[in-house]
């Protein structure tokens, strides 16, 4: 998931696949996985679904970052606020979805009472400023009240999408500790190369899930920032002080992001046995001609060498339950073909025990400047059909609630006839 949107960014990224492809290349922002084995204690509960349901993932992010999805503007009332994260809820409980992916640490903020980072500003406007209610504790309990799983979504190293430590509450740790603070392409970032950054937002993550029942913890797809046309990301003093056992940075910054992954991942099963763990990154791994493990695709940015997040070894070590790459281009597109890299993720899953979702570029359907293929109510509908085919993909993740919500050509109600007739519990 950064950005208006994280989306927004991830399409960027594909502006620079094959120029011939003028009719997609614009790509996707971001967005937003699970192990079997365990029998969920709210597996057959409420609306989303009975004992006797499938068992497949049906999920929509929430957006809160710049207002995105939710709440619409800041500064609204306590009540109005609610009544809109409601209205979401109960669209999904319609849609016969069960699962919402609700972003509670969208910049470095938080959605909760935390005391560790201040109050999101998307709340009242003012960043550290007391909302008047708990966003997350009411999701939680409303969302389970309705049969639907919570999965609390947090951005790790986001700090503001401007550069001024000066605009972030006083109390933000990243004023408290500049030297964490990394600027890159007109926005701040935590180092992710200082052990003392990870341990922190490990702390500051960990506590939402200490509070709350959450059903899972769940990253984006911003790790090392996407890249920015002549800029660096300078992280020279923590490479001198820490990369010596590494080769290449590149490898440094990887070792980086597997350590967060990895502790994170041991943090949840401390602090909530049983609470899943899932990361939805952008959809290229790598490009079969940089790697013959890759896919066949011309993707102008990969997770593995300018996000500098391997996923495929994520999955294929089963150091997270569930991923949902962000597969974010329509069937046949020739730089990223929606077919090629569902075949291509299906494999990497294959015989893990880590969970395949797939996630859905529903903010395209009908979207200005999309390709004629989006402009098809059928597209989407066509993806999870073509997607059961294989018996890796457990589901899929629509992106996002608004459109979820406003369904401008009615590809999501198209979905929902085509494959959601029956209620689904989410598999576990």
């Known amino acids: 998931m950064g950005r208006i949107s994280r989306r927004a960014f991830a399409?960027?990224?594909l502006t620079t696949l094959a120029a011939a492809q003028t009719a997609g290349a614009q790509g996707a922002s971001a967005a937003p996985g699970r192990p079997g084995g365990r029998p969920g204690a709210d597996a057959g509960r409420g609306a989303a679904g009975g004992h006797g349901a499938a068992a497949e993932m049906r999920g929509v992010w929430i957006a809160t970052v710049a207002n995105?999805?939710?709440p619409s503007k800041p500064g609204l009332t306590a009540a109005e606020q609610r009544a809109e994260l409601i209205a979401h809820l109960d669209r999904a409980v319609r849609d016969r979805l069960n699962t919402v992916i609700l972003q509670v640490r969208p910049t470095a903020d938080a959605l909760w009472?935390?005391?560790y980072?201040?109050?999101?500003q998307y709340l009242t406007g003012t960043q550290g400023q007391d909302p008047g209610w708990d966003p997350l504790g009411t999701a939680v309990r409303e969302a389970h009240a309705?049969?639907?799983?919570?999965h609390a979504w947090f951005n790790p190293y986001r700090v503001a999408n401007h550069t001024d430590l000066g605009r972030l509450?006083?109390?933000h740790p990243a004023r408290l500790h500049p030297d964490w603070v990394v600027p890159y392409g007109g926005k701040l970032y935590y180092d992710p190369g200082l052990p003392e950054v990870r341990a922190f937002v490990q702390r500051a993550m960990l506590d939402a899930v200490a509070r709350y029942p959450v059903d899972a913890v769940h990253f984006d797809?911003?790790?090392?920032?996407?890249?920015?046309?002549?800029?660096t990301f300078d992280d020279d003093a923590s490479y001198d002080r820490y990369g010596g056992d590494f080769a290449a940075r590149a490898d440094w910054r990887r070792d980086n992001i597997d350590r967060l992954v990895r502790g994170m991942a041991a943090g949840i099963r401390r602090v909530r046995p049983g609470t899943r763990f899932g990361i939805s990154p952008f959809g290229v791994w790598r490009n079969a001609t940089t790697d013959p493990l890759g896919s066949d695709t011309r993707a102008g940015v990969q997770t593995y060498d300018d996000l500098h997040a391997d996923t495929r070894a994520w999955v294929r070590n089963h150091w997270i339950d569930y991923i949902v790459p962000q597969v974010y281009w329509h069937i046949g597109f020739a730089a990223a073909d929606y077919a090629t890299l569902v075949d291509w993720w299906a494999e990497v899953a294959r015989g893990t025990g880590t969970r395949l979702y797939v996630g859905e570029a529903l903010y395209k359907a009908g979207a200005a400047g999309q390709p004629s293929e989006w402009q098809d109510p059928v597209e989407l509908s066509r993806h999870l059909t073509l997607a059961a085919r294989y018996p890796q993909v457990r589901g899929h993740v629509f992106f996002a609630a608004k459109e979820v919500a406003a369904d401008p050509i009615g590809a999501m109600a198209r979905v929902v006839a085509d494959h959601y007739r029956q209620p689904a519990r989410t598999p576990r």
């Open 169 to 171: 509450a006083a109390s």
């Open 146 to 150: 309705r049969g639907l799983e919570l």
């Open 68 to 70: 995105r999805d939710w």
């Open 113 to 115: 009472p935390s005391p």
């Open 11 to 13: 399409a960027a990224a």
């Open 117 to 120: 980072e201040p109050w999101a």
């Open 221 to 231: 797809d911003y790790f090392y920032p996407y890249p920015v046309a002549g800029q």
